[in-house]
């Protein structure tokens, strides 16, 4: 069975700091993976994708991803925390021989960036 | 850009009331998608969509139906609402994925209380 885990449901992190949201997966074969973040009371936006090709993945708002098969991971980083960057971040699985899009969302960590 | 509305923000109802929550989207898009998103637990899907007419089950039915009569609108009914339905819903879209993994884009999210 797919599944998605996100080991820490909280990750603080000084302004300007670097940081990383870990997330680990569990498929059967190869994975399509995804970053989603959620701003308090919006819906969830769209980050970034890991499809193939290059292991690192950039996305929006400066963040960028590592896929690593060995350790099947897919941590989200990015070089310089903002205040901005506190919200609740998503990774989620999709196996690539499903033949519909659904996912599997880890449970969430939350980030929150100190001035 | 690629909008996805929900009919409502935040809904009170009562214990055993019928309830409708109503997802529009504006691309034209094959799938569609409702989770619930409870602390802790991450997003689960209820049901999903890929076409007119046509759904599938999630991970968490049970309680819940759903009705897409028209491409760009999937609604989900809870038919007897109940306490532990309390939650946040989300309805997300998405392009069909055979062979690739087009990113979901998700509503703002309804906050349903039942009391």
């Known amino acids: 069975a797919q599944s998605v885990a996100q080991p820490e449901d909280q990750v603080n992190v000084a302004e300007g700091n670097p940081l990383t949201v870990k997330c680990t997966y569990s498929?059967?074969?190869?994975?399509?993976l995804f970053w989603y973040v959620q701003y308090p009371n919006r819906g969830l936006q769209f980050l970034l994708k890991?499809?193939?090709?290059?292991?690192l993945v950039k996305g929006s708002y400066g963040f960028e991803a590592e896929f690593n098969k060995s350790q099947t991971s897919f941590h989200l980083k990015k070089p310089s925390a903002l205040v901005s960057d506190s919200a609740l971040y998503f990774c989620?699985?999709?196996?690539?021989?499903?033949?519909?899009?659904?996912?599997?969302f880890g449970t969430g960590t939350l980030l929150a960036v100190q001035p | 850009d690629v909008k996805v509305t929900q009919s409502s923000r935040y809904l009170v109802k009562r214990t055993g009331e019928k309830v409708f929550l109503e997802c529009v989207q504006d691309?034209?898009?094959?799938?569609m998608f409702w989770y619930r998103q409870d602390p802790g637990l991450g997003l689960r899907l209820i049901y999903f969509?890929?076409?007119?007419?046509?759904?599938e089950k999630g991970d968490i039915p049970e309680g819940y139906s759903v009705s897409r009569e028209k491409k760009e609108r999937f609604s989900l009914i809870l038919e007897s609402a109940s306490t532990n339905q309390t939650s946040m819903y989300l309805c997300?879209?998405?392009?069909?994925?055979?062979?690739?993994?087009?990113?979901?884009?998700f509503g703002p999210g309804t906050r349903l209380t039942v009391t």
């Open positions: 498929v059967s074969g190869n994975p399509y």
């Open positions: 890991y499809i193939t090709g290059d292991n």
């Open positions: 969509s890929y076409d007119v007419k046509m759904k």
């Open positions: 997300a879209s998405s392009l069909p994925t055979i062979g690739y993994a087009y990113e979901q884009y």
């Open positions: 691309m034209d898009h094959e799938n």
């Open positions: 989620a699985v999709r196996d690539r021989g499903g033949a519909t899009n659904k996912l599997i």
